[in-house]
């Protein structure tokens, strides 16, 4: 059997596995999602935001890129926040990075990735701008973690300065904005930032909804 293939026999498994317990699962499924989070996270393999939640499918309503980035420009993450805000109307917006980053890693080197760089420049952008406090951890590994933190909130950040949330700010008082970071070697996760609906922020970054 190839690799892929048991891919394949493991969903019917599954499937047949979901019936037993709960004979309406997909029926009910197929119908409607009502997911009450967005979660943009990172692509890395070993951070599933299901199994880490312990949630099921239908519960989250996820993005992932490398290091889980919101990028203003990003027209893929912009579609997947204006369906979840406006049409799924989530309550809560998750950023959540991890410990051991490869992407944070990554943007903290010097190597040339080519395309790449593109994607990891906003990451450089969040070290330069807190470059003293950076600098000054000797340890790379703990000065890779503490990047990690920064981005998250910079990420949590970059998503209250966007005319979709403000817009739902004030028109419905949700969603809060949320900034974790996942531990690889415990698998436990940090709540390290919130931002409130209409939380004040810079003038230059609000716009007239
Ligand atoms: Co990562």
């Known amino acids: ?6 891919l394949l026999i493991e969903n019917k498994q599954w499937a047949k596995e979901r019936v037993e ?4 699962y997909f029926l009910r499924l197929s119908k409607l999602q009502a997911p009450e989070f967005l979660w943009i996270g990172c692509s890395d393999s070993r951070v599933p935001a299901n199994e880490i939640t312990n949630t099921a499918p239908g519960e989250i309503f996820v993005h992932r890129n490398v290091a889980n980035l919101v990028v203003h420009t990003d027209l893929n993450l912009l579609t997947v926040l204006q369906y ?6 989530v309550q809560h917006v998750i950023v959540c990075g991890h410990y051991g980053c490869g992407g944070i890693k990554a943007a903290m080197g010097n190597q040339n990735f080519g395309l790449i760089n593109k ?3 906003n990451i450089k ?4 701008y807190n470059r003293a406090e950076l600098n000054a951890i000797t340890n790379l590994d703990e000065r890779a973690d503490r990047l990690t ?9 970059n998503l209250a300065h966007t005319s979709i949330i403000q817009q739902t700010w004030k028109t419905e008082n ?5 900034g974790w970071v996942y531990s690889l070697e415990d698998g436990i996760l940090k709540d390290i930032e919130k931002i409130v609906p209409n939380s004040p922020m810079d003038p230059i970054y609000q716009y007239k909804v």
């Open 125 to 128: 952008d969040t070290y330069y």
């Open 149 to 157: 933190e920064l981005s998250v909130k910079d990420q949590v950040m």
């Open 21 to 24: 317990l709960d004979k309406d």
């Open 1 to 6: 059997m190839k690799p892929y293939e048991k």
């Open 174 to 178: 949700r969603p809060t904005l949320h």
């Open 119 to 121: 994607w990891l420049r």
């Open 84 to 89: 979840a805000v406006e049409v799924l109307k």
